[in-house]
């Protein structure tokens, strides 16, 4: 079987390049990839028709029998992705339409008025989407092909040589994410502020980069927050050396997350997780066995919870560990390849 899958450019940072470069080596069908979107300083716009030309010669010139999309569910990438699926079904190749991240406010649009996304992506042949929620509304929209649930990874070369038993207490928590106010950078500032009233020698660490990075590193030195380290993006073995030295992972965002890919990779390195309930955690996460989804934004709220593990480290280690086993057991990428090839072949039936 031969898939073309549209993803932007893997070497570039971003959620749903990092998805396919993980899957890159565990594909087991002949899987091709056409990168779209903003590259080697041409910005998305100014380069989509040549990725909208060379898309068209693959499908003319190769032969392939399915076609994978990945757009989020945003207005940009909806018009976007809808040109690409008219050209293949052009060519009646099967599509796929896997929805990665997921704007409520493009959600709710859609749902006062679905003519428009149904004559656009209602001849789609299926879609993929990463939480139940997700499903529900599409077919609320009156979707009636196929919708399969699929999850985010974890690269199986990030964790081979991580063993939880080795892990130690390091006096850490950790902010793995872009650095957004909508990821809850400033709760996760304040909810620590808090804790370091009676906790001074506890730590904090904000791996990567984003539009608050700088206001939030201002903030710190305002309020004269101590022990905070802004690491920036970080991969490779910094991105392990750091999971393997955290006690606790964070996240209070609002975003329109569908799996955040931090939240399994910090439940692959045994962190208890804080966080909310977005996307599809909802579809798996334990409250209690895993860590706590919290619907507040309020950092006291996330200063107690995280007290609480922090005063239980038996408690803390038997979660980090559940975590540990169920991640590896569930989103190994090599895992997730062989599920989302079971997928491609029913389609093609």
């Known amino acids: ?19 396919y470069k993980g899957l ?47 757009p ?47 004559k656009n992506y209602g001849f789609a042949d299926a879609f993929l ?35 939880f038993e080795d892990k130690k207490d390091s006096n850490t928590l950790l902010f793995l994410a872009r650095v957004e106010e909508n990821k809850g950078i400033f709760v996760t500032l304040k909810a620590f502020q808090i804790l370091q009233r009676d906790r001074k020698d506890l730590r904090l660490k904000v791996a990567g980069n984003g539009g608050a990075f700088i206001s939030a590193q201002a903030f710190v030195k305002d309020e004269g927050i101590n022990n905070v380290e ?11 050396e750091t999971f393997k030295n955290s006690d606790i992972y964070i996240l209070p965002t609002w975003h329109g997350e569908g799996m955040p890919t931090s939240v399994l990779e910090a439940m692959a390195f045994g962190l208890p997780l ?21 619907e507040s934004f309020s950092p006291e709220v996330y200063s107690n919870r995280i007290n609480e593990l922090l005063n239980n480290r038996d408690e803390l280690r038997a979660i980090g560990k559940y975590n540990c086993e169920y991640s590896l057991r569930n989103f190994l990428a090599s895992q997730v390849a062989k599920n989302l090839e079971v997928i491609f072949k029913d389609i093609m039936k």
Request: include cysteine.
């Open 72 to 118: 989020s569910l945003g207005k940009t990438a909806l018009k976007r992705d809808a040109l690409f699926l008219k050209i293949a079904r052009f060519f009646k190749i099967k599509v796929i339409v896997f929805f990665h991240g997921w704007e409520e406010d493009i959600a709710k649009d859609i749902t006062r008025t679905p003519e428009w996304f149904l």
């Open 1 to 19: 079987m031969n898939i073309l899958v549209n993803t932007p450019d893997i070497s570039k940072l971003g959620g749903v390049a990092n998805h």
């Open 274 to 294: 804080i966080t909310r309930p977005v996307g599809g955690l909802n579809d798996f996460f334990e409250e209690g066995k895993m860590g706590f989804l919290i």
């Open 129 to 163: 989407v990463l939480s139940s929620s997700f499903k529900r509304e599409m077919i609320s929209w009156g979707i009636v092909s196929p919708i399969y649930l699929t999850t985010t990874k974890v690269d199986d070369t990030l964790v081979k040589n991580f063993v």
């Open 24 to 70: 890159l080596p565990c594909w087991t069908e002949n899987v091709r990839y056409h990168f779209i979107g903003g590259r080697k300083g041409i910005p998305g716009p100014v380069i989509l028709i040549f990725d909208l030309l060379l898309f068209t010669l693959k499908l003319m010139f190769l032969s392939f029998d399915l076609v994978l999309l990945n």
């Open 230 to 240: 802004f690491l920036g993006s970080i991969s490779g073995e910094h991105l392990i």
